[in-house]
């Protein structure tokens, strides 16, 4: 019978930062090393109350774990996390208004026009939005 112990990616940051660091990236919705991983060092330093000793706290205990933060972008590795998410909730957005019009031009059918109601109510953008707020707060 094997352990089911969890990977590191599922790793909380409440055991391996200080109470500070985890809290502040707690508070954006990264609670993992997995969560955590995908930022660059420029994607953290946006964030407030993160300067170089908070990066090198994460660096330091992401090391222990055999695990890194993503690549600092370079001109030719292209855009941020941050820019890219803001680029496509951009294109959600424009995505969504486009659905809306549709359904109320007057020739779109009837049944086109419930699929897009049916699926415009299922559509949950609350996460979006938060992030949008997040991202705005940080990034004017």
Do not use: C, F, W
Not at 39 to 44: I, T, V
Not at 96 to 125: S, W
Request: glycine share 8%; aromatic share 0%; hydrophobic share 45%.
């Amino acid at each position: 019978m094997g352990t089911d112990l969890p990977g590191p990616d599922a790793v909380s940051l409440s055991t391996i930062l200080s109470p500070r660091v985890a809290n502040l990236l707690g508070r954006v919705g990264i609670d993992t090393v997995g969560q955590l991983v995908v930022y660059s060092a420029s994607d953290l330093t946006g964030m407030t109350q993160v300067g170089q000793l908070t990066i090198a706290e994460i660096i330091t205990a992401l090391a222990e774990h055999n695990r890194a933060l993503a690549p600092d972008p370079t001109v030719a590795s292209g855009a941020t996390l941050v820019e890219r998410h803001r680029a496509l909730l951009e294109q959600q957005s424009k995505l969504l208004a486009l659905l809306q019009r549709i359904a109320v031009h007057p020739r779109t059918p009837k049944t086109v026009r419930g699929d897009i109601d049916e699926v415009m109510g299922q559509l949950d953008t609350t996460l979006s939005l938060e992030q949008a707020a997040l991202v705005a707060r940080q990034h004017p």
